[in-house]
C-alpha cells in the first residue's frame, strides 16, 4: 500500500517536473537548496545565541548578585568585627570605659582607617556620653559628662586626635536614644530599625553592644556604631552589576534602606528625611519591579529564600534576583538586582545583526552566481533549440550555431554536430529540389506535346515519370526535415495521374 502511494506520488511529481520548462526547474534547483540552507543556518545560529543569552544573564544575574550579597555582608560584618574587638579590649582591661581620655584615642584611631568606620561612640547610665565622628573635612568629638550636663559638646580635632577647639553644644541624653534602649533590652549585639540621627536627622542603622558588669550581669552602658542610608546607597553604587543594572535594598515593609540608583532612599518633608517606599522611587525599572514583587508575593514578608524570575517593564525583558539578608543580630532585609537583558544582549545582537546581513549578502551573492550560471548553461540549449525550429521552418541562421559550436565544453561538442548534421540536410534538400525541378521540366515538355495523340510510346513514359517520383518520395519520406519537398512531389504525381487519365 505505501509502495504504491510512494509510486503515485512520484508519478505525480515526476509529470509536473517534466510539464515546467528547463528555464525555470533549473533555476529553482539551483537557488532553492542555497536560500534554504542560509535560511536554516541563519534560524539556528540565531536560536543558539538566543539560548545562550538567556543562560548568560541568568549566571550573570546570579554571580552579580551572589557577589553583591558578598559584599553587603561584608560591610556591615566589619562594624561586628569592630565591635567585638572593642568589647575584647574592655574585657582584657586593656581599654577603660571610666577613662574617656583614653576612649577618645582609640574612637579616633578607628575611624582614621580609610572606607571603614565613620564614627563609634559610648554612653553610660550616668548620661555620660563620647563619639568619635569623621567627616568629610574634619574629625569631630562628641562628648557630654558631668561637667557639661545636660549639654553636649562638638569639638573640632586635629591630625593627632586632640582637641582644637568648641564648635557647638546642645542638649543630649544618649539614655533617651533609641540605639541605647535596644541595647538595654537586647543584652546583645543588635541592629537597632532605621531611625533619624538626632543631630543630623539622618536616617541610620546603628549596630549596638550592650557592656554589662562582668560579676553581676548588670547593664553599665552601651557601645554602637552608625551605618547611615547615604552610606549604604554609596557603597551600592560603587558595586559593579552591569550597564543599567541596579541593586537595592529593602525592608519587609517596601521601605527602601539603600539603592544603587543616583536617588536617595528618602524624601525630604517638612524639612526632615522620611522613609521611602519602593513604588515610590523616581527611577521607573525600580518602581516597576517594586509593584511587580508586592504583586507577585502579596507580601515581601513572604519571600523567605533566594527568587530569581524574568519579567517584562517598559517592553524589555528584565532578570531579578532576590535575596533574603538576614544574620543573628536581628537584620532581616531583602537585596533585589534586577539586571536588563539589553545589557548583555547589546554586542550579541549587533553581531547577530551581522550575521544577518552577511548572511543575506551570500544568499543575494549566490542568487545572482547561480542565475548567470542557468544563464550559461540554458542560452546553449536555447540556441540548439531555436536552430531546431528552424531547420524545421527551412530557415536556419548558420551564426547561430556556429557561436554555439565555438564554444569549448560540451555544448560546444553538440553544437558541431548539430551544424555538421544541419549542413548534411540543406545538402539533401538541395538535391532533392534539383531532382524536382528536373522532373517538372520533364512534366511541362510532356505538356507541350499534348495535342499529339497518345501513343503506346507515351504512355509508357509518363508509367516510368510517376515511378520515378515516386521512388523518389518514398526515398526522402524517411527526412522529417524534407516534408515541403515530399508534399511538392505527391502534388506532381496527381498532376502525371490526370495526364494518363487524359
Known amino acids: 500500500m505505501l509502495a504504491k502511494k510512494l509510486s503515485f506520488l512520484y508519478s505525480a511529481w515526476e509529470g509536473t517536473i517534466n510539464s515546467l520548462s528547463i528555464r525555470y526547474t533549473l533555476p529553482l534547483m539551483i537557488i532553492t537548496p542555497l536560500l534554504v540552507g542560509v535560511g536554516a543556518s541563519s534560524w539556528f545560529s540565531f536560536q543558539a545565541g538566543k539560548q545562550e543569552i538567556e543562560h548568560l544573564v541568568d549566571e550573570v544575574s546570579e554571580k552579580s548578585t551572589t557577589i553583591i550579597e558578598s559584599k553587603v555582608h561584608s560591610y556591615l560584618e566589619k562594624h561586628q568585627v569592630l565591635m567585638r574587638s572593642q568589647l575584647a579590649a574592655i574585657q582584657s582591661g586593656d581599654l577603660k570605659l571610666d577613662d574617656f581620655a583614653e576612649l577618645q584615642r582609640s574612637f579616633w584611631h578607628q575611624v582614621q582607617q580609610p572606607n571603614l568606620f565613620t564614627n563609634i561612640y559610648f554612653g553610660n547610665e550616668r548620661g555620660e556620653y563620647i563619639a568619635v565622628e569623621k567627616e568629610s573635612q574634619q574629625t569631630l568629638l562628641k562628648f557630654r559628662d558631668e561637667s557639661t550636663n545636660p549639654q553636649r559638646n562638638f569639638y573640632q580635632l586635629d591630625s593627632q586626635g586632640n582637641r582644637v577647639k568648641l564648635l557647638k553644644s546642645a542638649p543630649y541624653d544618649p539614655r533617651l536614644r533609641p540605639w541605647y534602649q535596644l541595647a538595654k533590652e537586647a543584652e546583645k549585639l543588635a541592629w537597632t530599625p532605621i531611625y533619624n540621627s538626632y543631630a543630623t536627622d539622618a536616617l541610620m542603622i546603628s549596630l549596638v553592644l550592650p557592656i554589662l558588669e562582668p560579676k553581676t550581669g548588670k547593664f553599665q552602658g552601651a557601645l554602637s556604631t552608625d551605618v547611615t542610608l547615604r552610606d549604604l546607597s554609596d557603597f551600592l553604587r560603587n558595586l559593579s552589576i552591569s550597564a543599567t543594572g541596579k541593586a537595592f535594598i529593602l525592608e519587609r515593609s517596601g521601605n527602601f534602606v539603600a539603592t544603587s540608583s543616583q536617588e536617595q532612599p528618602f524624601k525630604i518633608v517638612g524639612g526632615k528625611q522620611e522613609r521611602l517606599k519602593v513604588t515610590q522611587s523616581q527611577e521607573a525599572v525600580i518602581q516597576g519591579t517594586g509593584q511587580y514583587l508586592l504583586d507577585k508575593f502579596k507580601s515581601l514578608e513572604a519571600i523567605?529564600?533566594?527568587?530569581?524570575?524574568?519579567?517584562?517593564?517598559?517592553?524589555?525583558?528584565?532578570?531579578?534576583?532576590?535575596?533574603?539578608?538576614?544574620?543573628?543580630?536581628?537584620?532581616?532585609?531583602?537585596?533585589?538586582?534586577?539586571?536588563?537583558?539589553?545589557?548583555?544582549?547589546?554586542?550579541?545582537?549587533?553581531?547577530?545583526?551581522?550575521?544577518?546581513?552577511?548572511?543575506?549578502?551570500?544568499?543575494?551573492?549566490?542568487?545572482?552566481?547561480?542565475?548567470?550560471?542557468?544563464?550559461?548553461?540554458?542560452?546553449?540549449?536555447?540556441?540548439?533549440?531555436?536552430?531546431?525550429?528552424?531547420?524545421?521552418?527551412?530557415?536556419?541562421?548558420?551564426?547561430?550555431?556556429?557561436?554555439?559550436?565555438?564554444?569549448?565544453?560540451?555544448?560546444?561538442?553538440?553544437?558541431?554536430?548539430?551544424?555538421?548534421?544541419?549542413?548534411?540536410?540543406?545538402?539533401?534538400?538541395?538535391?532533392m529540389k534539383k531532382m524536382l525541378v528536373t522532373l517538372q521540366n520533364k512534366t511541362s515538355q510532356n505538356q507541350n506535346s499534348k495535342r499529339l495523340a497518345v501513343s503506346t510510346e507515351q504512355l509508357d513514359y509518363w508509367e516510368e515519370l510517376m515511378a520515378e517520383s515516386q521512388k523518389i518520395r518514398k526515398k526522402f519520406d524517411s527526412f522529417p526535415e524534407s516534408k515541403v519537398v515530399s508534399n511538392q512531389l505527391m502534388t506532381l504525381e496527381e498532376n502525371i495521374q490526370r495526364e494518363i487519365k487524359e
Do not use: C
Open 304 to 431: 523567605e529564600s533566594k527568587q530569581q524570575f524574568s519579567f517584562t517593564f517598559g517592553g524589555n525583558s528584565h532578570v531579578v534576583e532576590v535575596t533574603p539578608i538576614q544574620d543573628n543580630q536581628g537584620l532581616n532585609w531583602l537585596l533585589v538586582v534586577v539586571i536588563p537583558k539589553a545589557d548583555f544582549t547589546q554586542n550579541i545582537d549587533a553581531y547577530t545583526r551581522f550575521t544577518i546581513i552577511l548572511s543575506l549578502a551570500i544568499a543575494g551573492g549566490g542568487v545572482i552566481f547561480g542565475l548567470l550560471m542557468v544563464r550559461w548553461i540554458n542560452q546553449p540549449i536555447q540556441d540548439l533549440y531555436q536552430a531546431a525550429k528552424a531547420i524545421e521552418l527551412e530557415q536556419l541562421d548558420e551564426l547561430t550555431l556556429e557561436k554555439v559550436a565555438s564554444r569549448g565544453d560540451e555544448f560546444g561538442g553538440l553544437g558541431k554536430v548539430f551544424l555538421a548534421m544541419a549542413q548534411v540536410i540543406y545538402s539533401r534538400q538541395e538535391n
